[in-house]
């Protein structure tokens, strides 16, 4: 999974709890993004980060919150998990260019209960 | 209008047949398309790019672009049934680094 771990990779959690996961990479990697997964819609882009404290939302980005204190580490945290967070989520890096191609973890499956 | 459109599926194919996947755009200045690869359970895993008009072949795979009509399909030659997976389209716009999915479709290669 191109140097990029996701922890945990799978969480049971209950409504209104806080979690965060965890995108952590070796490649030095200037872009990082968190997406989520769901039967019919694909992936959908949640937050992403250009560099070091530079983030922005996505698509899907209400209820989550992101922070990037290091180049290797990308934290998505759900401040009060609702059920319809339940999800796989999945992390990605890219190096900026033409090519943008993005690379995934494996991602971790949360399920709110 | 989603901004990538993939064809529903799934798509079930014979051993050795043709599979044929197509994708639409909605941005008209995309730059960069890709497919990819997702087993059941599996994290997408990239198995084509193409950035010009025309066709791009790899292996088994050609990706074939028409940016007049926003249009980028996947054709898997020769299907094995380790083909079977969901396929990914992604799109590039131009002013940025993000990338667009579509809902993907699954193939089945029947042995």
């Known amino acids: 999974d191109a140097g990029i771990t996701q922890s945990p990779r799978h969480k049971v959690t209950e409504t209104g709890t806080p979690v965060t996961l965890r995108c952590h990479q070796t490649?030095?990697?200037?872009?990082m993004y968190w997406y989520r997964q769901d039967p019919g819609h694909g992936l959908r882009l949640i937050h992403y980060?250009?560099?070091?404290?530079?983030?922005d939302k996505g698509e899907v980005s209400d209820g989550y919150s992101v922070s990037r204190s290091k180049t290797e580490d990308f934290l998505l945290t759900l401040e009060s998990a609702t059920s319809s967070q339940t999800s796989v989520y999945f992390c990605?890096?890219?190096?900026?260019?033409?090519?943008?191609?993005?690379?995934f973890g494996a991602g971790t499956r949360l399920s709110v209960l | 209008q989603k901004e990538v459109e993939q064809n529903s599926g799934p798509l079930s194919v014979p051993e050795g047949a043709i599979a044929s996947l197509n994708c639409t755009y909605s941005?008209?200045?995309?730059?960069?398309f890709f497919w990819y690869r997702q087993y059941s359970g599996k994290s997408p895993e990239l198995i084509m790019s193409?950035?010009?008009?025309g066709d791009k072949e790899d292996g088994r795979f050609t990706a074939q672009l028409n940016k007049a009509s926003q249009y980028v399909s996947l054709l898997i030659r020769d299907s094995q049934p380790s083909d079977s997976a969901t396929y990914l389209c992604?799109?590039?716009?131009?002013?940025?680094?993000?990338?667009?999915f579509g809902a993907g479709t699954t193939v089945t290669v029947r042995a």
């Open positions: 990605a890096i890219s190096e900026p260019g033409r090519q943008n191609i993005q690379y």
């Open positions: 490649e030095n990697h200037r872009y």
């Open positions: 980060s250009y560099g070091v404290k530079d983030t």
């Open positions: 941005d008209r200045v995309s730059q960069s």
């Open positions: 193409i950035y010009s008009n």
């Open positions: 992604a799109v590039k716009g131009s002013n940025d680094y993000k990338l667009s």
